[in-house]
C-alpha cells in the first residue's frame, strides 16, 4: 500500500540556523520558507537526490509543534511521510485494521497542495506517520 518515502519532517527551533546547516555545511537545495497557516507551521523543503527533508517551525500561537519542541529543545525528527496511491483507500485499510488516524480520519491539504493524513505514533512503532495522495 505504501510508496516511495516523501519526506522526513524535521522540527527545529531556529530555522534560519537550520537552513544555514543544510545549505551551507551539507551543501543540499534548500527551498524558501512556506507559512502553512492551516496547520501552524513554516515549513522548508529540502530537496535530495532520493527524497526531500522537511524543517518544521512554528506558527501562530498554538502551533502542533510546540509541545514537541519543549520536549525536545534541540529538535527532533519529527514524523515520517510515505506516499500512496489513494489515501481513502489507505485510510479505510487502516482504520479496518485498528490503527488510529489523527484529527478525525478526514484528509487535510498538506504542504505540498495534496490530501495527507496523520496515523498514530503508538499505533507504529513511536513514529508519526504521514501519508500524501501522490
Ligand atoms: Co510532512
Redo the contacts with the bound molecule.
Keep these: 500500500m505504501i510508496g516511495r518515502l516523501?519526506?522526513v519532517?524535521i522540527a527545529v527551533t531556529d530555522l534560519e540556523s537550520a537552513i544555514a546547516l543544510y545549505r551551507d555545511t551539507l551543501g543540499a537545495t534548500v527551498g524558501a520558507p512556506q507559512d502553512e497557516p492551516d496547520h501552524g507551521v513554516t515549513?522548508v523543503f529540502i530537496t535530495l537526490p532520493n527524497t526531500k527533508i522537511?524543517l518544521?517551525h512554528p506558527l501562530g500561537g498554538n502551533s502542533p509543534i510546540s509541545g514537541f519542541l519543549e520536549k525536545n529543545p534541540s529538535g527532533g525528527i519529527h514524523?515520517i511521510?510515505y506516499e500512496v496511491d489513494d489515501i481513502i483507500a489507505a485510510r479505510d485499510h487502516l482504520v479496518a485494521s485498528g490503527a488510529r488516524v489523527l484529527g478525525g480520519g478526514e484528509p487535510k491539504i498538506?504542504?505540498h497542495k495534496k490530501p495527507?493524513l496523520f496515523l498514530h505514533p503508538k499505533d507504529f512503532n513511536g513514529t508519526l506517520i504521514?501519508l500524501?495522495q501522490v
Design positions: 516523501n519526506h519532517a515549513v522537511e518544521l514524523h511521510c498538506g504542504a495527507v504521514e500524501e
